[in-house]
């Protein structure tokens, strides 16, 4: 199993040597020869004379080889590290705490690239698409949407990814009814995977002159949005396209005209809205490739109970389908159900500190 390479914390400090025992396998899980191969074979891709006719293809492709030369070189980088850091212990024992401190600051960057290696799904490399949905609550859970829609952008921003909002609805006194945006970045899907699910919050409600405890909840979706074009045939009869003015940003012009698109898949009943862009025509495109993302998603699902969540009719936002609870009052604490991994600084979480709770995910989704 793969994590059980990790050290407990209580080993500090270890040794040079504990570490390259440690590497060494992890080092054969990457893979690195399969990566070069890859790199090379897109390379050769992007030497053709052709190569950048098709631009959005082009900058997949390149951003793909990009990613895996920027990993292969991390890889590379540490391994000869701790060849160093070995000579340099038979060498001289006086050097023994500087090597020391130099293993303890390699071993972070294992530990970063070793959680890369759980990205070994079909769709894990994708860009991922996020939607929020106010639940129970009133108020108080079209303010809860709002306040994940925060959290979310500030952990991308962390991560260094675009995010981009595709519709949005805004709430009648406070927050947002709902909201569908992508996150453009390699492997985002597969750490949003885990936020797949309903989200629970307990707080003194702002919105209660009596300042009386709320518990409101907000369901958020993820489906991976592939960067290549999806191979998905949709039939036009299929399809029931509706227009309707938009709401929310984007601009003037935006507002006065019926540019928002809502696109409903008969057979399956997925519907997808857009309202985002400034033409119609643009908003149908969008809306599209998100319609094909989701019925690739949905025809990959065997389990019909699996279908019936990702067209969104049995996951209720309320009591009992809580992946996650953010408890403000009467005491702080953030708590994912599936891992029972819990932290006190809930104001941090809130900030976008997520990734102990997606590493907490992955590892439990080895362990199983």
Request: aromatic letters at 8%; glycine letters at 4%.
């Given at each position: 199993?793969l ?8 080993d ?12 060494e396998?992890?080092?054969?899980l ?10 090379k ?35 590379q980088?540490i ?10 212990s038979?060498?001289?024992g006086?050097?023994?705490?500087e090597?020391?401190q130099q293993a303890a ?15 070994n ?7 991922a ?14 303010d ?5 829609l925060?959290?979310?952008f ?11 909002i ?8 406070a927050?947002i ?6 996150v453009?970045g ?11 699910g309903?989200h629970?919050l307990v ?10 405890r709320?518990?409101?909840?907000a369901?958020v ?8 074009e999806?191979?998905?045939e ?6 029931r ?7 929310g940003?984007g601009?003037?012009g935006?507002?006065?005209?019926d540019?928002?698109v ?6 399956t009943?997925?519907t ?12 149908k ?6 319609l ?5 998603k949905?025809?990959e699902t065997?389990v019909?109970e699996?279908?019936?969540?990702l ?13 996650r ?18 932290v ?24 199983n």
């Amino acid at each position: 199993m793969l994590f059980n390479f990790l050290f407990p914390m209580s080993d500090f400090p270890r040794t040079i040597t504990d570490l390259q025992k440690r590497f060494e396998p992890i080092f054969e899980l990457a893979k690195i020869d399969q990566k070069e191969q890859q790199i090379k074979d897109l390379q050769n891709q992007m030497a053709k004379p052709d190569f950048w006719l098709d631009s959005d293809k082009a900058k997949v492709i390149s951003q793909k080889a990009s990613h895996l030369e920027q990993e292969v070189k991390s890889w590379q980088n540490i391994k000869q590290q701790i060849n160093d850091l070995m000579e340099m212990s038979q060498m001289d024992g006086e050097l023994k705490k500087e090597i020391s401190q130099q293993a303890a600051k390699l071993e972070k960057q294992i530990n970063k690239l070793e959680l890369n290696l759980l990205f070994n799904q079909k769709h894990d490399h994708d860009n991922a698409i996020v939607a929020i949905h106010a639940g129970a609550g009133g108020t108080d859970a079209q303010d809860w949407a709002e306040m994940l829609l925060r959290m979310y952008f500030r952990f991308c921003e962390k991560q260094g990814w675009q995010t981009n909002i595709i519709t949005i609805s805004a709430g009648s006194e406070a927050g947002i009814k709902s909201v569908l945006f992508e996150v453009i970045g390699y492997n985002s899907y597969g750490f949003f995977k885990s936020e797949n699910g309903v989200h629970r919050l307990v707080r003194i409600s702002p919105f209660d002159a009596e300042k009386m405890r709320h518990t409101s909840f907000a369901l958020v979706e993820v489906l991976p949005h592939a960067q290549e074009e999806v191979e998905i045939e949709i039939n036009a009869k299929d399809l029931r396209i509706d227009t309707f003015r938009a709401s929310g940003h984007g601009g003037q012009g935006v507002n006065t005209t019926d540019s928002a698109v809502r696109i409903t898949h008969l057979p399956t009943k997925i519907t997808v809205s857009c309202q985002n862009e400034r033409s119609q025509q643009q908003n149908k495109e969008t809306a599209l490739k998100i319609l094909k993302s989701k019925l690739q998603k949905f025809y990959e699902t065997e389990v019909e109970e699996e279908r019936q969540k990702l067209r969104g009719e049995f996951t209720e936002a309320a009591w009992g389908n809580q992946v996650r609870s953010y408890v403000i009052h009467p005491y702080k604490q953030v708590k994912d159900h599936r891992t029972n991994f819990e932290v006190k600084d809930v104001d941090k979480v809130l900030n976008g500190d997520l990734m102990p709770f997606i590493e907490a995910y992955l590892k439990s989704q080895v362990e199983n």
